[in-house]
């Protein structure tokens, strides 16, 4: 091999392969008709599956004529097969399909929801979970995942925060690393076993920042807020190695993202370097004639030149293309780029030496949904809950007496994977109940009552479950259900309420006004904690909610979030105490929707209310509520207690091109084993532009066993104190920078140093 890199001019390996491949695609490509190149543009959907509104007709009769590139949301390796022997067989070149899907937050294995996963700030956990569905995927068909989904989130109105890692940009930021290692692998490693897929890191770019949470809605802000904080988690995966991108559905400075130069090349492509393939979103080319910018043919030919390479559904990529060139709108070099980067793509992943590599019934029926998957899941799962309140030590539950399990979210399976688990089958899950039940032991007498239906408003509960997982409408009315579940209460010494969002109620087109749990179900509540027992909310969300009352009224909380196909089990491993919560909370928690967006990594204003203080006059607050959430970014309760000692720095200054390490020693004052999130904070005192009042830079997961200590360390260099200023340069910028570390984005243990 080294002596062919030679020959070819090569200087390693890595430049062999990619002479090979450029060789090869050009061979190929002088093959191809002006229809067959236009044709790998083409992403029809096919199947089952359903995740957006088009469809697409004749597939199999295109693909034979070499108008397809890839297809999606076709499940199963036999069927897939089936499609590729089409594409391999019967087209005049015999080009292979890409075939892509959803997998989320897993394949049939499910991991809890993104959020959740963010949740356990476990970064060997984030990635093993994306390996895992790799496996299971790989062996099944799917050689593309549309994952991970990086948008920033900051306004949990918006029913996608559930499918993204939060609202920080560091956390944000090293999450993408995580999954786009556990589906490609890591640099230098990628695409090299048969178990690894191509991520397509979504949604580029700024989706998360719709105005008033409205799903699809405009996004306008300043290129410094663009790059400080939204274009991390991008540029992060990008950097990793990610394989393809997805343009969002959005505009970006009114141009939408599909048709966006600027976003799609100058950016992703002159400035970040990054060499994959970009495709639209579902119907993404052809939305953009309800945007205002063009007709059918407009779009297509825009989105072309903007850098877009692959058209999901609309078909407006591979058939304006054709049009365009004889208009000469579109070049030649144009569409060859496009089809070259589709090409590559299926080179990179082995389909043109194995067309059929990824379709593996036998290995697919031992790898997929294994027990040892689902044991890991298990174990992930239970470590991105989040501990809220446990006044009165109520949690752990003891294994003795009479348990009630009370709630309209307490007996249904198919709502535990949560939204986006378009491959998992919901009904082999088990539910609380039955997680309850199995967990708690023969000394644990279990009861259950359903307590109140989800929703009192019909409507509400109907488009909450439009994927079909509705929970069961009860037919008997309100009073009956409570009557049953005050009866069930009064015979329990301790009560589970299963209560909160169904699955669906978080997601795409999931955006919600009203961020409360719904109202039957507090009423339920009330009524529950009035029996006198003491009362655990397992509360279950795709999203921050606005518990003000209930982290004020209930003894304890248990945020689960939805925590995928072994959810039941590990959160009743919580609640027994198998497994000491860990999970700190990636979003802050609002009082109230009045006071979103809520974040903890906010600019002061020229008026800032006082430390502590609820309202001071001509000071930057509300008249009706204070400043603070419920909850803040970073928090999360224990079984056991941690203390920290004062923040050290190994400098009082540090030069541009060196380091400092700050450390901090943690201690577990309780009784029990923990895990503690130790998080590092920076603030930037002065400096050009007006910077964050704090701002996460590290974190680290450690055990400690009762009464042990241990010194956590952080390095800091000069990336951790640039940022993009008002001319759009990266600076770091001579000052005093002071440094917090502690359990949540509060942390008071600080230190200072300079910057020279």
């Given at each position: 091999?080294?002596?062919?890199?030679?020959?070819?001019?090569?200087?390693?390996?890595?430049?062999y392969?990619d002479a090979?491949?450029?060789?090869?695609?050009?061979?190929?490509m002088?093959?191809?008709?002006l229809?067959?190149?236009a044709?790998q543009?083409?992403l029809?959907?096919?199947?089952?599956i359903?995740t957006g509104?088009?469809?697409?007709v004749?597939?199999?009769?295109r693909?034979?004529?070499?108008?397809?590139g890839g297809?999606?949301?076709v499940?199963?390796?036999?069927e897939?097969r089936?499609?590729?022997?089409?594409?391999?067989?019967?087209?005049r070149l015999?080009?292979?399909?890409?075939?892509?899907?959803?997998?989320?937050?897993?394949?049939?294995?499910v991991f809890p929801?993104?959020?959740?996963l963010?949740?356990?700030f476990d970064?060997?956990?984030v990635e093993?979970?994306?390996?895992?569905?790799?496996?299971?995927?790989s062996?099944?068909?799917i050689?593309?995942?549309f994952?991970p989904?990086?948008?920033l989130g900051r306004?949990?109105?918006?029913?996608?925060?559930?499918?993204g890692?939060g609202?920080?940009?560091y956390l944000?930021a090293r999450i993408?690393e995580a999954?786009?290692?556990?589906?490609?692998g890591?640099p230098g490693?990628?695409?090299?076993?048969?178990?690894?897929?191509?991520?397509c890191?979504?949604?580029?770019?700024l989706?998360?920042g719709?105005?008033?949470?409205?799903?699809?809605n405009?996004?306008?802000?300043s290129?410094?807020?663009?790059?400080?904080e939204?274009m991390t988690g991008?540029k992060?995966a990008?950097?990793a190695?990610?394989?393809?991108?997805?343009?969002?559905?959005?505009?970006?400075?009114d141009?939408?993202a599909s048709v966006?130069?600027?976003?799609?090349t100058?950016?992703?492509?002159?400035?970040?370097g990054?060499?994959?393939?970009?495709v639209?979103?579902y119907?993404g080319?052809?939305?953009?004639?309800l945007?205002g910018?063009?007709?059918?043919?407009e779009?297509?030919v825009?989105?072309?030149?903007a850098?877009?390479?692959?058209d999901?559904v609309?078909?407006a990529?591979p058939?304006?293309?054709?049009?365009?060139l004889?208009?000469?709108e579109?070049?030649m070099k144009?569409i060859d780029?496009?089809?070259r980067?589709i090409l590559?793509?299926?080179y990179?992943?082995?389909?043109f030496?194995?067309p059929?590599?990824?379709?593996r019934?036998?290995e697919?029926a031992?790898?997929?949904y294994?027990a040892e998957?689902?044991?890991i899941a298990?174990?992930i799962?239970?470590?991105?809950?989040v501990?809220?309140?446990?006044?009165?030590?109520?949690?752990p539950?003891?294994?003795?007496?009479?348990?009630a399990?009370?709630g309209?979210?307490?007996?249904?399976?198919?709502?535990?994977p949560?939204t986006w688990?378009?491959a998992?089958?919901?009904?082999?899950?088990?539910t609380l109940l039955?997680?309850i039940?199995?967990?708690a032991?023969?000394?644990v007498?279990?009861?259950?009552a359903?307590g109140?239906?989800?929703?009192?408003?019909?409507a509400l509960?109907m488009n909450?479950t439009m994927f079909g997982r509705?929970l069961?409408?009860?037919?008997?009315t309100d009073?009956q259900?409570?009557?049953?579940?005050l009866a069930?209460?009064r015979r329990?010494?301790?009560?589970v309420a299963?209560?909160g969002?169904?699955?669906?109620?978080?997601?795409?087109s999931?955006s919600?006004t009203?961020l409360d749990?719904?109202?039957?179900?507090?009423?339920l509540?009330k009524?529950?904690?009035k029996t006198g027992?003491?009362v655990?909310?397992?509360?279950?969300d795709?999203?921050?909610?606005?518990?003000?009352?209930e982290?004020?009224?209930v003894?304890?909380?248990?945020?689960v979030?939805?925590?995928g196909?072994?959810?039941?089990?590990s959160i009743?491993?919580?609640l027994f105490?198998?497994?000491?919560?860990?999970?700190?909370?990636?979003m802050t928690?609002?009082?109230?929707?009045?006071?979103?967006?809520i974040?903890?990594?906010?600019?002061?204003?020229?008026?800032?209310?006082?430390e502590?203080k609820?309202?001071m006059?001509f000071?930057?607050n509300y008249l009706?509520?204070?400043?603070?959430?419920?909850?803040?970014f970073?928090?999360?309760?224990s079984?056991?207690t941690?203390?920290y000692?004062?923040?050290?720095l190994?400098s009082?200054s540090m030069k541009?091109d060196?380091k400092?390490?700050?450390?901090?020693?943690?201690?577990?004052t309780?009784?029990v084993?923990?895990?503690?999130?130790?998080q590092?904070?920076?603030?930037d005192v002065?400096?050009s532009?007006?910077r964050p009042?704090?701002?996460l830079?590290?974190?680290?997961k450690?055990?400690?066993q009762p009464?042990e200590?241990?010194?956590v360390?952080?390095e800091?260099?000069?990336?951790a104190?640039?940022?993009?200023?008002?001319q759009?340069?990266y600076?770091?910028?001579?000052?005093?920078?002071?440094v917090?570390?502690?359990?949540?984005?509060?942390?008071?243990?600080?230190a200072s140093f300079?910057?020279l």
């Amino acid at each position: 091999m080294l002596l062919a890199a030679l020959a070819l001019g090569c200087s390693d390996r890595q430049s062999y392969r990619d002479a090979k491949m450029d060789a090869f695609i050009d061979g190929l490509m002088e093959k191809m008709t002006l229809e067959e190149k236009a044709g790998q543009l083409n992403l029809p959907v096919a199947g089952t599956i359903v995740t957006g509104e088009g469809v697409s007709v004749g597939v199999e009769d295109r693909i034979a004529n070499g108008e397809v590139g890839g297809l999606f949301n076709v499940k199963g390796a036999a069927e897939i097969r089936r499609y590729q022997q089409i594409a391999v067989e019967k087209s005049r070149l015999g080009i292979p399909l890409i075939f892509g899907m959803d997998v989320i937050h897993g394949y049939e294995t499910v991991f809890p929801i993104p959020l959740g996963l963010a949740a356990s700030f476990d970064m060997e956990a984030v990635e093993q979970s994306a390996h895992i569905a790799a496996v299971e995927a790989s062996a099944d068909g799917i050689a593309w995942t549309f994952s991970p989904m990086v948008d920033l989130g900051r306004d949990p109105r918006w029913g996608r925060v559930s499918e993204g890692s939060g609202e920080d940009p560091y956390l944000n930021a090293r999450i993408a690393e995580a999954m786009v290692y556990g589906y490609q692998g890591r640099p230098g490693e990628q695409f090299v076993s048969k178990d690894q897929i191509m991520a397509c890191v979504k949604h580029f770019a700024l989706y998360g920042g719709a105005e008033a949470g409205r799903d699809y809605n405009t996004v306008d802000m300043s290129r410094q807020r663009m790059f400080n904080e939204y274009m991390t988690g991008y540029k992060a995966a990008a950097d990793a190695g990610a394989g393809s991108f997805m343009a969002s559905f959005n505009v970006v400075d009114d141009v939408p993202a599909s048709v966006n130069k600027w976003l799609l090349t100058d950016v992703l492509r002159d400035q970040w370097g990054w060499d994959g393939f970009v495709v639209s979103d579902y119907t993404g080319i052809s939305e953009c004639i309800l945007h205002g910018v063009g007709d059918y043919h407009e779009v297509g030919v825009r989105a072309l030149n903007a850098g877009m390479d692959m058209d999901m559904v609309a078909e407006a990529l591979p058939t304006q293309a054709i049009v365009g060139l004889k208009n000469g709108e579109v070049t030649m070099k144009t569409i060859d780029r496009a089809c070259r980067r589709i090409l590559e793509a299926k080179y990179k992943l082995g389909l043109f030496d194995d067309p059929y590599k990824f379709c593996r019934e036998q290995e697919a029926a031992s790898v997929v949904y294994s027990a040892e998957n689902r044991a890991i899941a298990r174990r992930i799962s239970g470590e991105s809950y989040v501990l809220l309140r446990n006044e009165g030590d109520v949690l752990p539950l003891d294994r003795k007496g009479t348990v009630a399990v009370i709630g309209p979210l307490a007996k249904t399976a198919e709502n535990m994977p949560g939204t986006w688990s378009v491959a998992a089958q919901h009904s082999r899950c088990a539910t609380l109940l039955d997680g309850i039940k199995e967990v708690a032991g023969p000394d644990v007498r279990v009861l259950y009552a359903k307590g109140s239906n989800l929703c009192s408003d019909y409507a509400l509960e109907m488009n909450s479950t439009m994927f079909g997982r509705e929970l069961g409408r009860d037919s008997r009315t309100d009073r009956q259900l409570l009557d049953e579940a005050l009866a069930v209460a009064r015979r329990s010494d301790v009560i589970v309420a299963a209560l909160g969002e169904a699955s669906e109620m978080s997601g795409e087109s999931s955006s919600r006004t009203s961020l409360d749990i719904p109202d039957v179900q507090k009423e339920l509540l009330k009524a529950l904690l009035k029996t006198g027992k003491p009362v655990v909310l397992v509360l279950f969300d795709g999203r921050p909610l606005t518990i003000e009352w209930e982290s004020k009224n209930v003894p304890a909380i248990l945020n689960v979030w939805f925590g995928g196909t072994e959810a039941a089990y590990s959160i009743a491993d919580v609640l027994f105490g198998d497994v000491n919560p860990s999970g700190k909370l990636p979003m802050t928690f609002p009082k109230n929707v009045g006071q979103i967006p809520i974040y903890y990594a906010h600019k002061n204003t020229g008026r800032p209310l006082d430390e502590g203080k609820w309202f001071m006059k001509f000071r930057s607050n509300y008249l009706d509520v204070d400043n603070d959430p419920v909850y803040p970014f970073g928090y999360g309760l224990s079984y056991t207690t941690f203390e920290y000692g004062p923040v050290t720095l190994s400098s009082a200054s540090m030069k541009p091109d060196g380091k400092i390490v700050a450390s901090v020693k943690v201690t577990n004052t309780g009784s029990v084993a923990g895990k503690e999130v130790v998080q590092m904070y920076i603030r930037d005192v002065k400096a050009s532009s007006s910077r964050p009042v704090r701002e996460l830079k590290g974190f680290e997961k450690v055990l400690l066993q009762p009464g042990e200590s241990r010194e956590v360390s952080f390095e800091i260099g000069v990336d951790a104190l640039s940022f993009w200023n008002q001319q759009m340069e990266y600076v770091a910028e001579p000052g005093e920078f002071r440094v917090y570390i502690g359990g949540d984005s509060r942390a008071t243990a600080e230190a200072s140093f300079e910057l020279l």
